[in-house]
């Protein structure tokens, strides 16, 4: 079975500060992978997926993730950090026909 | 377009009653899936369906869970004598394709609902 780990339930940065929220996978078969973000009292919604087209990959607000197979990981970055960006953020891998979830990381920027 | 739908997004119940959940998915999407979202669980899939037939049920925890799809859109999870531990989030998903009919994992995207959070008291 597949697996997800978010390390850092809580994360907190400064606005205009570097945002690292990280992920790591347990799978036998390669992955597909996803984060996707959810705001307070809101469905989530797709930041960005790795597929095996790119190991870099850009997603939506600003926010990347690179798929490192030797690290098993595929941690979510942003350069800067803006307010808006507070929301609890989750790491998932496609398993046949569903999602599997990490326990999810909530971001909080400070002013 | 319009995005996945749920109603209601909030339902207060009295244990050992029944409740319906309803998902409304995107228009021509053929896979829908239900998750429930709890504090002690985090994100936990329930049941897939593809068309109006469920191949995977083995997220549903216990046989007070049920659901159907008719017409392949509408989709309605049941729960049956609920308990204080079924409350949560209840998610809805729908994707384009189903599983397995381009590779064996799916690389399409889920889009997510907004959530019925259900209270059972």
């Known amino acids: 079975a597949q697996s997800v780990t978010q390390l850092g339930s809580h994360v907190s940065v400064s606005e205009g500060a570097l945002v690292l929220l990280r992920c790591n996978y347990s799978?036998?078969?390669?992955?597909?992978l996803f984060w996707y973000v959810q705001y307070p009292n809101q469905g989530l919604q797709l930041l960005l997926k790795?597929?095996?087209?790119?190991?870099l990959v850009k997603g939506i607000n600003g926010f990347e993730a690179e798929f490192k197979k030797s690290e098993t990981s595929f941690h979510l970055t942003k350069p800067s950090a803006h307010m808006s960006d507070a929301a609890e953020y989750f790491c998932?891998?496609?398993?046949?026909?569903?999602?599997?979830f990490g326990t999810g990381t909530r971001l909080q920027v400070f002013p | 377009g319009a995005g996945v739908s749920q109603s209601p997004s909030n339902k207060v119940t009295e244990k050992g009653k029944d409740v319906e959940l309803r998902c409304d998915p995107i228009?021509?999407?053929?896979?829908l899936y239900w998750y429930r979202q709890s504090l002690g669980q985090g994100l936990e899939f329930l049941i897939y369906?593809?068309?109006?037939?469920?191949?995977?049920k083995s997220g549903l925890p216990s046989d007070r869970f049920s659901a159907e799809r008719t017409g392949g859109s509408v989709s309605t999870l049941t729960i049956q004598r609920t308990q204080q531990e079924d409350s949560a989030v209840y998610l809805c998903?729908?994707?384009?394709?189903?599983?397995?009919?381009?590779?064996?994992?799916?690389?399409?995207?889920?889009?997510f609902g907004p959530g019925t959070r259900l209270t059972v008291l």
């Open positions: 998903a729908s994707s384009l394709r189903a599983p397995g009919q381009g590779t064996p994992t799916s690389t399409d995207t889920q889009y």
């Open positions: 998932a891998v496609s398993e046949f026909d569903k999602l599997i």
């Open positions: 228009s021509g999407h053929t896979a």
């Open positions: 799978s036998s078969v390669p992955p597909y």
């Open positions: 369906f593809q068309g109006n037939s469920a191949p995977d």
């Open positions: 790795y597929t095996s087209a790119a190991t």
